[in-house]
């Protein structure tokens, strides 16, 4: 079993970084940057003149070309939240979770969302089937162009037109058609800070830290004393550096940090 869950990690990582890889040799836009970044996708939803109007998300799929005649590329960015969410109950403000996870750092052509066929729309308390037409069988494709800083979050909101995603079909057949309107937006929800302890405490750790609200935010330097405080909100923090005691060093606090989101902040050199 270990074995096995071994193997699906490892290709799924493979599938992720083949995406960029084969944007990168196919002459795209799309640029190799080192490091991940953490996409979440959010669903959320206008007003609507029904009871109930209910999709099944099946995945989210992203890719890093533009090219829209080429179906090649597409890899789900995981760990999705499978399952039949009624819009409706997404208006106002409220937006629900369906896709988080690391995918590589660099640029995003695309999104596809895929819909399952668990879809229904229910009308003066009567549910009626919610077809999707054949063409969009494959998923919805949403243009991106988003270019994703290593060890930065991104929120991307998929808003659900309702009003004008919804047909009903005139005559016998009477059918409700789902043509999906979606506005996407994308914000960098986090920052990311990097420094360097100069010179490095060869053979002792250091580690680096800030507090975000209650929580804090941890990383160690490496073997040359470069450190990277990756999810970092908007804000002004105090980077505390503190070394193995065994070292002889004491801690150090470096003040008034500004980190915006979206953005890499560069602290100058630390000396012990």
Known sequence: MKKSTFYKIGLFTLCLMSLFLYSCDNGDEATETEGTSTIMVRLTDAPGDYDQVNIEVVDVRIKASNDEGDDQGWVSIGNIKPGIYDLLKLTAGVNVLIAENPVPSGYIGQMRLILGDNNTVVKDDVSYPLKTPSAQQSGLKLKINQTLLPGAIYEFLLDFNVANSIVHEA????????????????????????????????????????ISG????????????????????????????????????????????IVNNGQVTNMADVSF
């Open 171 to 210: 005559g016998q057949s009477g059918k409700y058609l789902l043509h999906p309107v979606i506005n996407i937006s994308t914000s960098a929800a986090s920052g990311v800070i990097k420094g360097k302890v100069s010179p490095p405490l060869l053979g002792y750790q250091i580690e680096v830290s800030v």
């Open 214 to 257: 209650t929580t804090p935010i941890i990383t160690y330097t490496n073997t040359e004393g470069f450190f990277q405080l990756n999810g970092v909100p908007a804000g002004t923090y105090t980077v505390t550096l503190t070394p193995d005691p065994a070292s002889g060093k004491l801690p150090i606090s470096v003040p008034n940090v």
